[in-house]
């Protein structure tokens, strides 16, 4: 059941998405690739999961939607506003009739994506920044633990050198002055 009470049945791969992942698993120059692995918020309580994830050697990331020949308008439209709005390229993809996998680019082609914050929009240079402080928190966190670890390596030591000459255990205020001097 969903939160509005309507039952919610878990939706697999149709026939052609199942024969488009075979072809991805298949295609040399995919590095990754996840079914439905990314949802999109377009606007408040609007949501857009294409059916593929595509990571190509290369690094770039693509968003890729099969449709047979009867494609919905309301997932085109998703489809043109999330590449409108988000900086990955959007496909899409049809099979002909002979076979063949087609794949389309839908919205403008994507040459030059902003790489430097300056070019960015105000809001997703926001957003970086609180991704960066969370990266350097993070490491900040870890060259902690291990200065940490490295006191108390050295005050053990200190203390075991000090029982060796007196003979009598040293507590941790008189290792740490040890150290210190």
């Known amino acids: 059941m969903s939160a509005r009470g309507r039952i ?3 939706r697999g791969m149709n026939q052609l998405e199942s024969a488009y992942a075979m072809h991805l698993a298949a295609d040399r120059d995919i590095a990754w690739f996840a079914y439905e692995g990314v949802t999109l918020k377009l606007a408040h309580d609007t949501r857009y999961t294409p059916d593929f994830a595509v990571m190509l050697r290369d690094g770039t990331l693509e968003m890729r939607e099969c449709k047979g020949p009867h494609a919905f308008e309301d997932s085109l439209v998703k489809l043109k506003c999330a590449a409108a709005v988000f ?3 959007f496909r899409l993809v049809t099979r002909s009739k ?3 996998w087609e794949s389309r680019e839908v919205g403008a082609p994507r040459k030059n994506v902003p790489a430097r ?5 105000a809001r997703k240079q ?3 920044r609180r ?3 969370g990266a350097n928190a993070a490491r900040f966190e870890r060259q902690h633990a291990k200065a940490v670890a490295e006191i108390n390596r050295g005050m053990a030591e200190v203390r075991e050198q000090t029982a060796l000459l007196n003979g009598k255990p040293i507590s941790r205020a008189e290792a740490l002055e040890m150290i210190r001097k």
Request: proline share 15%.
């Open 117 to 121: 914050s300056e070019e960015m929009p």
């Open 87 to 89: 900086p990955f390229i």
């Open 8 to 10: 919610v049945k878990p």
């Open 98 to 100: 002979d076979g063949a």
């Open 126 to 128: 926001t957003l970086l």
């Open 131 to 133: 991704v960066e402080a």
